[in-house]
């Protein structure tokens, strides 16, 4: 028998992984449920002759390597006065923020960069760690101690386990610029800006900035399938995985929605750990205490997507129209952004929802050949919507548009809006992260403790997706962290 | 001019503390209190005639036995009565009561939820686990994580020694108890929403955070802490009120030779060439010490009573952006008689412990809402407490005295507090309890209403927090009150610290007194007279 691997789903991290793994003799298969590759990263159509290409707005380039238009995130205001922020700086707040930001997205960068030795490996365990686990640790607390000095290692120590509320009020005045931060960091968790960890969240996203300054997302999932296909993976849609087989707690393949049965020495679950072992491998291999664990895990979407196909472009007061590939978002202040929150812990919709948007079909014509798209991220919308809560959110987004693109209306050929169920019906899982980024849920005990490291208590069966270490965006972090695991030897 | 060997501004319960450990150790001590009373927001006081109110702080939890036994306290007149029982009333007309007695205990949980009786005991075991361990880190110093020095190399050492002890998975469920919410944790084990809310309710007291908050689930140790680990006694109502907390650790001070002055509010602490010196009073007057120890809060001690070119700009940066509001209001209530609860059995012992009117998460999740908007919650989690059920000395006979805490109240609600603000804010509470018990209202005779902005103004904790700092994660251990700063010494030399600001932090505890006084004696090369923790293990 040949050795196969076998890869479920073809989202960002298991395409990551397979490729990854590709590259360094593994055969291997990726199956997927849907009809195209991509899972949150897939495009999907708006309308005919109208495709928006995937959830998420933009990217962060994968490795320092990358080229592409940086793009700058636009804050805009109902008053129609605009705060811009690019790579190096911000313009429209007052010098004293400019000068702050400037100091602070320094400081924060380093920040970043000191935590990167504990993003880029499999996190460490606490006790009975293997030797590279301790390398791991020592390269750390070198980089927090050392590479940071006494004093920043004394003010990451204070801000770290902080909220991002807190810590932008300590720093800025303006207070869109604030909210953008503040968007940033609580961006699809279940989360506000007043709650505890926030400020790792948004030090996570910064991590990806350390590669360079934001892109659109468009060129993202063309560009990562020439490279799964260049490394000789195998891909197969339409192939849903019903089973993960298991004899005597070590896995033996797969076996398919039809029923088909498919040997496999290595499985590597790009999905949620809840469908991976709840499902999938069944709770029958597992520990009752383990299997508890995962059932536990936090991971309700509550990040809506709400799309337009345009006949043309609208315009945006007071932005320029050769403007319109950047990123833009209409956000309420920091207590409005908690306020929004506040709705969704009682699974209600925003009443003024938060609005994450870009014209993609600016970055890639072939999406709207006759026309454009607009495609954004709306928070805070609870799992599940009613038609009429449908509606109504869908009345508030559309209200929020016009109020900053005047001439919206007569542009508007078609209107899509998902609530996270949705998202979750097509892709597999409507969590941005596959499991909230808390710090319950980071490191060694993401998705849950006892399969932290990539690996699971079944021989044989490894975890890559976004609700492994560290987590989602595009990027595919978790799933080459995960390939490398497999690769230098970790066992199940 | 005499020159004190130590002088101590502010005579809280851990001003009194740490002067009462100077003092024993030989040291001529002076405590100055801008109040004509002592105790700080430990006291009882007469503010309607014939009723003592415990007008703070209201229960004694976490006062460490260690130092009760070594400043013997009992023989100055602390005597502490058990605390036994609490309970949460339903909207439904039921309740949920959780009693001493492990088999009532048991017998309540099932009549909710059969399996979460067999939780509890599970809950029982690991939140006993996170006691003994954390009870070991109070009375001692944090290690400075900037620091080189053998000493700190070595307190590092004991940190990981002692988390060693446990397994791995006992290390990461520890910090998740450290960082999950306490609605969270509690789901872990509970389904019952209104054993959910009822075990909630406690890690949210005093806290700028809500029951989904990440961070909470841990305080439920300060509450814990004294009633799992055997101390019963330690756990509960002191009689005479809490004034008779700092009034026994006052007079161990005394007894030791030390003198308390009160009505001497300190305008500044002087500083030449970075050495502390002495303070001047608000009148004018100058007291010169040796060493300076400030109870007072972080923000307080550097940006109020120091002069800014004393200290330097990192140290008053960052006490400028510790993190210190106010969340919590009081009504100490006079009452013309025992309240009837209609949903409780006539003679129910649940009436002596702490009652609770607020029955699932989302209810105690949105009186935060509220708190976050700047307004008091409309619908508020209460600790209420009728002492007087056990003391007679705090209300004539037949009368009684309720102490009611409240979570959550803004520091400053939109547009100031006024006169009819705090009487809407009391109307809330008072209309909450005149729901489960009806003709409440009738009942009051008097009633204190407590903003933070009277805790503020009377007993000088800043915004009116009464942990003197928020016990948030980021702000415990060495980074408590924050990163380099941490043990008990101010930027000056001779300057000390001993609020609840620092380790171990707030709470009727002493240990950050104790701690204080320790630091202060080991530079003094003195031996030291402060207890170390104890063990029934």
């Known amino acids: 028998m040949t050795e196969r691997t076998v890869v479920i789903g073809a989202g960002p991290n298991g395409l990551s992984c397979a490729a990854g793994l590709a590259r360094h003799g593994h055969k291997v298969l ?37 080229t592409g238009t940086s793009i700058d995130t636009i804050v805009l205001s109902p008053d129609a006065s605009t705060v811009r922020i690019d790579a190096e700086s911000v313009s429209g707040v007052s010098d004293r923020d400019q000068q702050a930001w400037a100091a602070f997205l320094e400081r924060y960068l380093a920040f970043a960069k000191a935590l990167q030795p504990l993003m880029d490996a499999p996190p460490p365990r606490l006790k009975h760690f293997p030797a590279a686990d301790r390398k791991t640790l020592l390269r750390l607390a070198w980089k927090l101690r050392v590479g940071l000095g006494r004093d920043e290692m004394y003010e990451f120590l204070r801000v770290v386990g902080m909220n ?36 790792l969240t948004w030090l996570h996203r910064l991590r990806g900035r350390l590669n360079g300054p934001m892109q659109s ?51 590597i679950s790009g999905v949620d750990a809840k469908t991976t072992f709840l499902k999938l491998a069944g709770t029958r291999d ?120 005047p001439d919206l209306d007569d542009k508007v050929r078609a209107t899509h809006l998902l609530a996270p169920d949705d998202i979750a019906t097509r892709c597999g899982h409507a969590h941005w992260h596959h499991g909230e980024l808390s710090l319950h849920q980071s490191l060694m005990m993401r998705p849950v403790y006892g399969a932290a490291q990539y690996t699971t208590p079944i021989s044989g069966l490894f975890l890559c997706s976004a609700g492994c270490h560290p987590g989602g965006d595009l990027g595919g972090r978790a799933g080459r962290n995960a390939a490398a695991a497999i690769l230098a030897g970790g066992h199940g | 001019m005499h020159t004190h060997d130590a002088v101590i501004i502010g005579a809280g319960h851990n001003g009194l503390t740490t002067a009462a450990f100077l003092a024993k150790a030989g040291l001529d001590v002076l405590v100055l209190e801008k109040n004509d009373y002592t105790g700080g927001a430990t006291v009882s006081r007469e503010l309607h005639e014939g009723w ?75 939140i006993l686990r996170w006691c003994r361990l954390i009870r070991g880190f109070l009375l001692r110093t944090p290690p400075d994580p900037g620091s080189f020095r053998p000493r700190d190399a070595f307190e590092f050492a004991y940190l990981l020694k002692k988390f060693h002890e446990l397994s791995e998975s006992q290390l990461y469920e520890f910090i998740r108890f450290f960082t999950m919410s306490i609605a969270e944790y509690l789901e872990n084990y509970f389904e019952d929403e209104t054993i959910l809310a009822h075990y909630s309710g406690g890690s949210i007291i005093g806290t700028g955070l809500g029951v989904y908050s990440p961070g909470t689930a841990y305080v439920l140790l300060h509450h814990a802490m004294g009633d799992v680990d055997g101390n019963i006694g330690a756990w509960g109502f002191a009689r005479g009120g809490m004034g008779s907390v700092s009034g026994a650790i006052a007079s161990a001070f005394v007894e030791a030779g030390g003198k308390i002055r009160t009505d001497a509010e300190v305008a500044r602490i002087r500083v030449t060439g970075n050495r502390a010196t002495g303070v001047e009073l608000a009148n004018g007057d100058v007291v010169n010490a040796k060493l300076v120890v400030s109870n007072l809060d972080i923000k307080r001690t550097f940006l109020d009573v120091m002069d800014e070119n004393d200290v330097p700009s990192s140290v008053l940066r960052r006490a400028e952006q510790f993190k210190i509001r106010g969340s919590s209001g009081k009504l100490n209530i006079a009452l013309d008689g025992m309240p009837r609860f209609p ?75 006024d006169a009819n603000k705090k009487q809407a804010f009391a109307d809330t509470v008072i209309r909450q309890i005149d729901d489960y018990a009806p003709g409440f209202k009738d009942l009051v005779l008097h009633a204190e209403i407590r903003t933070p902005k009277e805790l503020e103004e009377e007993v000088g904790l800043t915004e009116g927090n009464i942990f003197q700092g928020e ?62 923790e104890f063990s029934d293990d």
Request: with cysteine.
């Open chain 1, 30 to 66: 990726c199956l997927e449920a849907a009809e195209a590759p991509g899972g949150m990263a897939a495009g999907f159509d708006v309308a005919e002759g109208y495709r928006v290409p995937g959830f998420a707005q933009w990217q962060y380039p994968s490795d320092a390597s990358s």
């Open chain 1, 164 to 199: 991002i509320f807190d810590l932008l009020n300590e720093h800025f005045d303006d207070e869109r610029l604030k909210a953008a931060v503040a968007f940033d960091a609580v961006l699809g968790n279940a989360m506000g800006p007043r709650t505890p960890g926030t400020v």
């Open chain 1, 217 to 267: 997302a468009a060129s993202y999932l063309p560009n990562l399938l020439s490279d799964v296909d260049s490394a000789g993976v195998d891909v197969r849609c339409g192939s849903a995985v019903q089973r993960i087989l298991i004899d005597d707690e070590t896995v033996t393949g797969v076996e398919l929605a039809n029923g088909e049965q498919i040997a496999a020495t290595t499985v």
């Open chain 1, 286 to 405: 597992l520990d009752a205490m383990f299997a508890t664990r995962v059932h536990q895990v936090r991971d309700a979407g509550v990040v809506g997507h709400f799309s337009l196909a345009l006949s043309e472009m609208p315009t945006i007061r007071d932005v320029d129209a050769r403007s319109m590939g950047h990123r833009y978002l209409l956000v309420p202040d920091m207590r409005g952004i908690e306020r929004a929150y506040n709705a969704v812990k009682y699974a209600e919709a925003s009443t003024s929802p938060l609005i994450e948007f870009t014209f993609p079909s600016v970055h890639d014509a072939s999406l709207a050949p006759k026309g454009h798209v607009l495609s954004a991220s709306v928070l805070y919308v609870p799992a599940k919507l009613s038609d009429a809560d449908k509606l109504a959110l869908e009345q508030r987004i559309r209200d929020a548009l016009r109020s900053i693109m």
């Open chain 2, 52 to 126: 003592q109110y415990s007008n703070c702080s209201y229960v004694c939890s976490l006062f460490r036995p260690e130092i009760y036994n070594a400043l013997d306290l009992g023989r100055h007149g602390l005597k502490v009565v058990p605390l036994v029982s609490s309970m949460t009333f339903k909207q439904n007309g039921d309740y949920f009561g959780s009693y001493q007695n492990p088999d009532i205990r048991r017998r309540e949980i099932i009549r909710h939820n059969h399996r979460d009786a067999d939780a509890a005991v599970r809950f029982d075991a690991d």
């Open chain 2, 343 to 417: 949903a409780l059995p006539e003679d129910s012992p649940l009436t002596l412990g702490h009652m609770h009117f607020t029955d699932t998460l989302d209810r105690l999740e949105r009186a935060y809402d509220d708190w976050k908007d700047d307004r008091w919650s409309a619908d508020p989690y209460t600790d209420t407490l009728i002492p007087s059920q056990y003391d007679p000395t705090l209300a004539p006979p037949g009368k009684h005295m309720m102490s009611v805490f409240v979570q959550y109240c803004p520091v400053e609600p939109d547009g100031g507090w």
């Open chain 2, 471 to 532: 016990l948030t994660f980021d702000q415990l251990l060495f980074n408590r009150p924050f990163p380099g700063l941490s043990q008990y010494r101010g930027p000056a030399k001779g300057l000390y610290l001993c609020g609840s600001s620092n380790h171990p932090g707030g709470g009727v505890m002493g240990a950050p007194g104790a701690n204080a006084a320790r630091e202060i004696l080991r530079d003094l090369k003195r031996p030291d007279t402060t207890p170390v």
